[in-house]
């Protein structure tokens, strides 16, 4: 777990750029996760813990 955890944080820290119409654009991601059933027991809370 702390081995995505790191893979996640590196990923989303890297920056990521796209090209449309002979202009570049910059834009971040934001990640969340969760395990289940360590972080929730249904579907619903487990969306909210992986915020």
Do not use: V
Not at 9 to 19: C, D, L, V
Not at 28 to 35: E, F, H, R, V
């Amino acid at each position: 777990m702390e081995e995505m955890k790191e893979s996640l944080i590196e990923f989303t820290k890297t920056p990521k750029t796209f090209s449309y119409k002979g202009q570049t654009y910059s834009f971040c991601i934001s990640l969340g996760y969760a395990k289940y059933p360590n972080n929730a027991i249904e579907r619903s809370l487990l969306m909210r813990c992986a915020m």
